[in-house]
C-alpha cells in the first residue's frame, strides 16, 4: 500500500520484526531467513518475495504484495522512474522461501553486491527487508555514529 508517497505493509500483517539481524550468506547464495522475519513474511501471505537493488549498495527483498506497490510507483510517469525501474530489473527476481527459510539471492545482485559467504546484516524497513554486505554495514554505522552529536539534540527534544 502507499500512503504519503511510501510503501507500508498491508494492515492484516504482523509488525516487521525490529532491530539487526545477522546472517550468512551461503556458497550457494542463499540466506536463511531468522524465524521472525519468516512469520513477517507469512503475515503479509506469500513466501513468494522479489529481491532487488535500486542504489546498487544495498539488496531489498519485497514481499510480492509490497513490491506491486513499489512496482506502482516506479511506472509511475509522472515521477519518470524508468532507469531506476531497469536497474531492479535487471538485478532483482522473484524467489520462492523454501521449507527451511532459505531464499537464494539472485546470482546477478549477490555478485555485484559480493555477498557469497558475507555475513550480512537484515533490517525490516517500510515493508521489506534491506540486506547489507558486512562493509556496506559497516561504513553506513560508522556514518551514522558520526552524526550522533547532531542527532542527539532532537532525539531529546521529542522525548525519547
Wanted: aromatic share 6%; net charge negative; glycine share 6%.
Amino acid at each position: 500500500m502507499e500512503e504519503n508517497g511510501q510503501v507500508v505493509q498491508p494492515a492484516a500483517a504482523l509488525d516487521a520484526p525490529r532491530g539487526v539481524f545477522v546472517v550468512t550468506v551461503d556458497d550457494k547464495g542463499r540466506l536463511k531467513l531468522p524465524a521472525s522475519i519468516l512469520q513477517y513474511l507469512e503475515s503479509v501471505g506469500e513466501r513468494r518475495v522479489f529481491i532487488t537493488t535500486f542504489d546498487k549498495a544495498e539488496a531489498r527483498i519485497y514481499p510480492l504484495p509490497v513490491w506491486r506497490q513499489a512496482e506502482k510507483i516506479l511506472q509511475d510517469p509522472a515521477e519518470d522512474l524508468e532507469e531506476v525501474a531497469l536497474v531492479a530489473m535487471n538485478y532483482g527476481a522473484d524467489v520462492e522461501v523454501d521449507a527451511q527459510g532459505r531464499a537464494t539471492l539472485p546470482a546477478p545482485l549477490r555478485k555485484l553486491l559480493q555477498l557469497e559467504g558475507d555475513e550480512v546484516r537484515l533490517r525490516c524497513f517500510q515493508g521489506r527487508i534491506n540486506i547489507l554486505g558486512s562493509a556496506e554495514y559497516a561504513r553506513r554505522l560508522e556514518a551514522a555514529e558520526a552524526v550522533l552529536p547532531d542527532k542527539l539534540p532532537i532525539v531529546k527534544r521529542k522525548g525519547l
